[in-house]
């Protein structure tokens, strides 16, 4: 394999489509009111944008997850 190929460009780029990929699935089962399934997606899409440095997106993602559980799955006093 030649050093020349670095392929560290695309592989960013993938978890990033990945990422948004799966945020956008997961607005599919929050309006399903699937929630645990959502909140397994946007968990899954907040690693895949830690893995391609996108902080911005990895950031917005846990915020959404927080609201979600917070929202739908509050412990019971």
């Known amino acids: 394999m030649s050093k020349d190929s670095d392929t560290s ?3 960013i780029e993938f978890y ?5 990929n799966l945020v956008e699935l997961s607005k599919n089962h929050i309006s399903n009111k699937e929630y645990r399934k959502a909140l397994e997606l946007l968990s899954q899409a ?3 944008y830690k893995k391609g440095n996108c902080a911005d997106d990895a950031e ?3 915020q959404k997850f927080d609201e979600l ?9």
């Open 60 to 62: 917005k993602t846990k």
């Open 9 to 11: 460009g695309q592989w």
């Open 16 to 20: 990033k489509k990945k990422g948004d």
């Open 69 to 77: 559980k917070q929202e739908h799955f509050k412990k019971k006093e």
């Open 46 to 48: 907040y690693n895949m």
